[in-house]
């Protein structure tokens, strides 16, 4: 239940090679910005890149799938102009899998802040977006942290104690139970409100002030 003094709550659920929520980054940061602590965003990852040799072969052809999924990327990120694509992803640089960024995010997540966590994901998202860095590789990742201030210790014994693996367990059961299609995903009002794809600020922001005018257990109109 949300009450006249709790934020609104926003379990957002994407995954990092995910175009799409690399497009959404600037609603994030403007959320941010324009309502501060009456917004409290939880990020959470699903996958979508769990395996993105099968997912592009599969879905965009076995010869020439990564040629034909960067066109893919570059044109769907085109239209925005915040939204940096560097030539060589998908080209030149093919990241196996984006499960273990998502499995150093949910260390962080369980050692550090919320604002930890979204600064170190934006940065892995920036290194494999504007950088066409390998985000699959575990050294690139544990330097992203370091150069955040994320406590490398810590991490290791989220790693080696398993519950980094359990967190991360533990988003993609909830982003199947809560029907989640895919990346990003904004869930809302107690999963009342769920909002998927290439969702623009404006409904956002609608649904926000619409949650913050009436708290408590009634469905918005939004």
Not at 96 to 107: E, V
Not at 161 to 179: F, N, P, T, V
Request: one cysteine or more.
């Amino acid at each position: 239940m949300q009450d006249k003094t709790s934020p609104v709550i926003i379990d957002y659920y994407s995954d990092v090679l995910c175009v799409w929520a690399w497009i959404a980054q600037p609603r994030l940061d403007e959320l941010s910005r324009q309502w501060g602590p009456q917004v409290l965003l939880r990020h959470h990852y699903v996958d979508i890149f769990g395996d993105c040799n099968q997912k592009i072969a599969r879905n965009w052809g076995e010869h020439d799938g990564f040629e034909k999924f960067a066109d893919h990327v570059h044109h769907s990120a085109e239209p925005f102009e915040d939204a940096t694509v560097h030539p060589e992803i998908w080209r030149a640089t093919r990241p196996s899998s984006s499960a273990q960024a998502h499995l150093l995010l949910r260390a962080i997540g369980l050692v550090a802040s919320e604002e930890k966590l979204a600064a170190t994901a934006l940065r892995i998202r920036r290194s494999f977006f504007c950088d066409a860095k390998d985000i699959s590789d575990m050294d690139l990742l544990l330097q992203i942290a370091r150069e955040e201030g994320v406590d490398h210790e810590a991490i290791s014994h989220c790693f080696r104690k398993g519950s980094a693996m359990a967190a991360l367990s533990s988003d993609l059961r909830a982003a199947q139970e809560s029907g989640v299609r895919g990346s990003p995903t904004w869930i809302l009002n107690n999963g009342r409100q769920v909002l998927y794809g290439n969702v623009g600020y404006r409904v956002l922001n609608a649904n926000i002030e619409e949650l913050l005018k009436h708290p408590g257990d009634e469905a918005s109109w939004c």
